[in-house]
């Protein structure tokens, strides 16, 4: 008996635990996506591509090499635009995280999220607990 209940308050701290580490696993990993393709939307957007028709290939990728995750955009004509990344399927808390990085008209990209500070890797890497609502998904090819 003393064993299993040393194993049941083990399971009770290591479980919230492991849930944290994947949430932040997930957040990091989405981040590390979105980071990548901005280089790739500031060439498309210097080079006067319109935003609102913006396609996975403008982007230098396929929806097949998100690894489930999901891109949508939004912005374009005479708002700021924005690539909206969703991740996580339910499983550690019921929810997908969104991860967004809007451009700003003074230059660079701001940083957004829905999850709490504490799942982010420092401070000021990203607005955390923002609602955000992801736009819709560029076009294939």
């Known amino acids: 008996m003393v064993v299993v209940a040393i194993i049941g308050i083990l399971a009770a701290v290591a479980i919230p635990r492991y849930q944290d580490y994947v949430r932040r696993s997930e957040f990091n990993a989405a981040l590390g996506s979105l980071r990548g393709l901005e280089t790739n939307a500031e060439i498309y957007l210097s080079s006067g591509g319109d935003w609102s028709?913006?396609?996975y290939r403008d982007l230098g990728i396929s929806p097949e090499s998100l690894n489930g995750k999901r891109l949508t955009v939004s912005g374009g004509s005479g708002s700021d635009?924005?690539?909206?990344?969703t991740y996580g399927d339910g499983i550690v808390d019921g929810e997908a995280g969104i991860v967004s990085l809007a451009s700003q008209a003074q230059g660079g990209w701001v940083c957004r999220t829905t999850e709490k500070a504490e799942f982010l890797p420092g401070a000021g890497a990203c607005e955390a607990g923002v609602s955000?609502?992801?736009g819709a998904e560029p076009g294939g090819g």
């Open 53 to 55: 028709d913006i396609r």
């Open 81 to 85: 635009p924005a690539m909206f990344l």
């Open 132 to 134: 955000l609502t992801a």
